[in-house]
């Protein structure tokens, strides 16, 4: 009996429907991208592990695919004991930052700082796959380098702003600062728990504040710590409001009060570009990955339930893993396979992105099919697309083809219009039928196109 064909779990085909669709994604974000200013590369799928290793912390860690080596690595393998760690040198990236830096790193003598780049590009997570969580999916990151200052920052609320503005999603952006979770750790008692803390916080809308207070107290912080906690994730109010009652909060902590100051001065540059999409101080913000050190962001859709679609981050550290030390980035990425579900779910698709002939030759026979050749190729010298039927069918499947594609023209030149010198196209919309003078490839083209 032959296997059933089938994919890993985690994963998804896309037939030539949703290929248009992503591709719609992929190209307004790309547009928008490159309208200010950043440029793309592309990283290989597979980093070194030494690459990927501590840098999204221990959860991250695990769920990081790891490449077994082939050939001779397995020679002499005990099936009954753990792999031996030269077995396995390589890893499926489990973001585009941490590759984007090494990147950095190694070709910095060809770069002009600040670098602007973006990358479209598959990741890879060993996670559980559910609604909107997928073990490979694409990320569309885009990232400036060797900058600190927070119009960077700016930057990407507008280029957030613009995307979502274009592919029709209402959504919030929410904004944090890493200083201020580094502050809350100081003034809670428990400095070296910053992180500890920023894991369990960054569940809260997952599990709730009562199983984020207890995952604290299990990561060893104290009750009264929690308390301290707990109203500072609990905050109502204006922006300018939760930035007066943090200050009052957080004066006896240095990093802290850097961090308001942060946020003061991007709301403040907000204010002044005229952003539409509505953003928020989100003080329950924490973003898991260990290597965010300034402002942190994330954007929901307000229509769709399903998690964030987009979120990222300031980083001051990730180049000098590497051997690059003081090089501040900042970056955010937008999920897009969330994103596409977003917009299947709230039918936002343009409905021109059924197919991309434009029009379809019948196939009448041969002579016909040497008349219509040339036609068709000048056509296409114009920017249309254009098919041919490879077979000389009867009318009907010729026909049920051009539906099932959607494709709007269809020409049926048979002997007599060939006699004539002529094109005979119809409109399978509207009915209405046009001829053409072979030679009036213009006029053809300003009909087809309306």
């Known amino acids: 009996m032959s296997q059933k064909p089938s994919i890993p779990k985690g994963t998804r085909d896309f037939g030539q429907q949703e290929t248009a669709e992503r591709n719609y994604i992929f190209d307004t974000i790309r547009g928008v991208f490159r309208s200010f200013g950043y440029s793309q590369i592309e990283t290989p ?3 070194n592990l030494s690459t990927l290793l501590g840098k999204y912390g221990e959860e991250g860690d695990k769920l990081l695919f790891r490449i077994l080596n082939s050939g001779d690595a397995f020679a002499g393998i005990d099936n009954n004991r753990p792999l031996a760690p030269q077995v396995c040198e390589k890893g499926l990236r489990y973001d585009l930052t941490v590759p984007f830096a090494r990147y950095v790193v190694q070709h910095r003598d060809e770069l002009a700082f600040p670098f602007k780049r973006f990358q479209i590009q598959p990741v890879w997570r060993a996670d559980r796959p559910q609604k909107g969580r997928y073990r490979e999916f694409y990320q569309c990151d885009v990232d400036v380098i060797g ?5 960077c920052e700016l ?24 200083k201020l979770l580094t502050g809350l750790a100081e003034i809670c008692g428990f400095p070296d728990k910053v992180v500890d ?3 369990a916080i960054d569940k809260l809308d997952k599990i709730g504040l009562d199983a984020v207070k207890a995952e604290m107290m299990e990561r060893g912080l104290s009750a009264e710590a929690v308390a301290t906690l707990e109203p500072v994730l609990l905050l109502g109010g204006s922006n300018a409001e939760k930035i007066a009652a ?6 006896a902590s240095e990093t802290g009060m850097k ?4 946020l003061e001065e991007l709301f403040t540059f907000i204010s002044a570009a005229g952003i539409s999409t509505p953003t928020e101080i989100d003080l329950s913000l924490a973003r898991g990955l260990n290597y965010y050190t300034g402002a942190i962001f994330e954007v929901k859709a307000t229509d769709w339930q399903i998690g964030s679609i987009c979120g990222g981050g300031r980083y001051d550290n990730l180049t000098g893993i590497f051997g690059l030390p003081d090089m501040s980035g ?24 059924r197919s991309t002939t434009k029009l379809l030759f019948a196939n009448m026979g041969p002579s016909e099919t040497s008349f219509i050749l040339p036609v068709a190729s000048a056509l296409r010298e114009a920017g249309l697309a254009v098919e041919l039927y490879p077979e000389a069918s009867k009318l ?5 083809y051009a539906d099932r594609k959607a494709i709007q023209f269809l020409s049926i030149t048979g002997a007599d219009e060939m006699k004539e010198g002529m094109v005979n196209i119809k409109n399978l919309s509207s009915g209405e039928q046009m001829k053409f003078k072979a030679d009036n490839i213009s006029g053809m083209v300003e009909w087809l196109v309306g």
């Open 396 to 400: 009907k499947k010729q026909f049920d």
């Open 45 to 47: 799928a597979m980093e």
């Open 259 to 262: 961090g308001l100051d942060e």
């Open 246 to 251: 943090m200050r009052s909060i957080m004066n």
């Open 330 to 353: 900042v970056g955010v990425s937008f999920g897009a396979d969330r994103i596409y579900d977003v917009i299947k779910g709230l039918d936002k698709f343009p409905d021109n992105l």
């Open 197 to 199: 803390i920023t894991v």
């Open 155 to 178: 930057e990407l609320v507008q280029i957030v702003d613009k995307v979502f503005g274009k592919l029709g999603i209402n959504v919030l952006i929410k904004i944090n600062n890493r």
């Open 147 to 151: 900058s600190r200052s927070q119009l």
